[in-house]
Every structure is written in structure tokens, then in C-alpha cells.
């Protein structure tokens, strides 16, 4: 019970979201979160349209649409993530 209580709302929901921000399908993340939920009787992504916005739980979580973000460019710059510049190696 703890894995879902806890793994669910602060690490799939919140990959969820990213996904969501960024516009990336996630139907397996879909699955295993509906699945979820339904076990602990909470609600983080909607089987009606398919978003993590506006759920009855959302507040609970730590993904980026309960603090208000819309959009991945917003999401990026307010937490610095353009301030490191990234190499990949070939």
C-alpha cells in the first residue's frame, strides 16, 4: 500500500504531468495510474478526457499542473532548468 500511496502521487503523477505539459502520449503511465487509483480511492488523471488538470486529488500530488503550470517553456524557466546547458556525447 505504501509503494502506491506514495510512488503514485510523487513519481508517476508527476511524470504524468511533465508528459502532459510537453504534449507526450503516456498510455501505459495511463493504465498503471487509473489502476492505482482506483485501489486507494483517489482520483490524479481522468478517464473522461484523459489529464491530471482539474482532478479531485491533484492538490495531493507534486505535479506540475497543481502549482499552476500550463505549458513546458513556464514549467522550464521558473525552476531553472534553462540555466544548465546539457552535452550528449556521442
Avoid: H
Avoid at 505504501?2 to 504524468?16: A, I, M, N, T
Avoid at 481522468?46 to 499542473?65: A, H, S, Y
Amino acid at each position: 500500500y505504501r509503494y502506491l500511496s506514495e510512488d503514485v502521487p510523487f513519481g508517476q503523477v508527476v511524470c504524468r504531468g511533465i508528459a502532459e505539459l510537453c504534449g507526450v502520449p503516456t498510455p501505459k503511465l495511463d493504465e498503471v495510474i487509473i489502476w492505482s487509483q482506483e485501489r486507494l480511492g483517489k482520483q490524479y488523471l481522468t478517464c473522461i478526457n484523459g489529464t491530471v488538470c482539474g482532478t479531485r486529488d491533484l492538490m495531493e500530488t507534486r505535479c506540475p499542473q497543481r502549482y499552476g503550470y500550463t505549458n513546458i517553456d513556464d514549467f522550464i524557466l521558473a525552476n531553472g532548468y534553462n540555466d544548465q546547458i546539457c552535452y550528449i556525447k556521442k
